[in-house]
């Protein structure tokens, strides 16, 4: 009996959405290996997939309600971690940001990258319980302190751009979980005025450094920006993704902004820009089709989860992947500053991809489980 229950869940597998996010990974080792052939960062990122393959397969035939059951003690884990990296002699420091544990022999893990999925697994715990009525004030400001806890341990490391993308998990479970809209209408019309005051107030209290100034400006004035300054690093992208034209390079030789070390960071946040400049428009539209149709399968899973818990897990992670695609590639384009948030699946990272290949389990471990009551 058991071998015919096993049999018909490896049959009931979301086999299209595996393949899909597999599919991506590879595609990203190639570009990786495009933007720094010499390097072994590609031969890493396919050791990463390997090992996050299997992850995810043991998240997949694992009841995401037991993990779900458990998401308070993964969130304190994760607090644990991140303050660990807080601490001298833990924490490993690349950049001026202390994000990352040395691991010896294995290389450097990144908690804030992890710390995401028991984040959203805490959020959908505490907001997919059945409510009568919309959300209360009370319950909103649950809400903001199981997000401000992390956010604020990854802002001490500093890193602004991984803390930034918390936000999405809490904004779509909140808009899920019967918000009053006219709170949401108020929001926004919140951050419309707070958002240019908050900088204004910033520059002149010095709360936002200068080169974060420099990198907004870039976006606000282009044409005056200091091309081998601060806005070096937007102008050597635009110029990267316009250099692919349609269809990319014809040779590698032909790569020649990334593989000449014009293009800081190739293979890790500008990836995006060299798919563009190996493969042109084509090739980078085909790439945003396919993170479309992902998203798409992920919505389509929210809406058959068996109950608002598995739905709510499911929809913050497609938040937060949304919105690391939005800014990454806005970065590339020079239409977003540069705040260094890799692209899903592309950039090369092992935490990030394992951290994704997890949340991926969860969403195929809720679809197993839809006609479950």
Not at 21 to 28: D, M, N, S
Not at 166 to 174: E, G, N, S, W
Not at 336 to 357: E, Q, R, Y
């Amino acid at each position: 009996m058991s071998a015919i229950i096993e049999n018909r869940r490896l049959r009931d597998l979301d086999w299209f959405l595996m393949l899909l996010a597999v599919g991506i990974a590879l595609f990203g080792a190639w570009q990786i290996h495009n933007a720094q052939p010499e390097a072994n960062y590609w031969k890493k990122q396919l050791i990463g997939l390997a090992v996050s393959l299997v992850a995810m397969m043991i998240v997949a035939f694992t009841d995401y309600r037991k993990l779900v059951h458990f998401a308070p003690a993964f969130y304190i884990f994760g607090l644990v971690l991140l303050a660990l990296v807080l601490v001298p002699g833990i924490g490993h420091k690349v950049n001026g940001q202390q994000a990352w544990i040395l691991i010896p022999g294995l290389g450097t893990f990144q908690p804030s990258e992890f710390v995401k999925i028991p984040t959203a697994l805490m959020l959908a715990r505490y907001f997919g319980k059945s409510r009568p009525s919309v959300l209360s004030l009370g319950e909103m400001l649950v809400g903001g302190v199981i997000l401000a806890l992390p956010v604020g341990l990854i802002l001490l490391e500093p890193d602004a751009g991984q803390a930034i993308t918390y936000f999405p998990l809490l904004a779509v479970v909140l808009f899920l979980s019967s918000i009053r809209m006219r709170l949401v209408v108020a929001a926004l019309v919140a951050a419309v005025v707070l958002v240019p005051a908050s900088y204004y107030v910033g520059v002149k209290t010095g709360a936002i450094k200068g080169y974060q100034q420099e990198r907004i400006n870039v976006i606000l004035d282009p044409e005056n920006a200091d091309r081998r300054g601060f806005g070096y690093h937007t102008w050597q992208s635009m110029l990267t993704v316009g250099k692919g034209r349609l269809t990319g390079a014809r040779t590698a030789s032909d790569n020649t902004q990334s593989r000449l070390k014009f293009l800081p960071e190739p293979h890790t946040d500008f990836i995006f820009a060299v798919t563009a400049e190996t493969t042109g428009f084509v090739g980078s539209l085909c790439l945003l089709l396919a993170y479309a149709v992902l998203l798409s399968k992920l919505v389509t899973g929210a809406r058959r989860a068996p109950d608002r818990m598995g739905m709510l897990v499911i929809m913050a992670f497609v938040g937060g992947f949304a919105f690391q695609i939005f800014i990454n590639v806005g970065m590339t384009l020079g239409l977003l500053p540069v705040i260094g948030v890799p692209l899903p699946m592309m950039s090369a990272g092992l935490s990030a991809v394992l951290a994704t290949f997890i949340a991926i389990g969860f969403a195929i471990s809720i679809r197993l489980r839809r006609y479950v009551n």
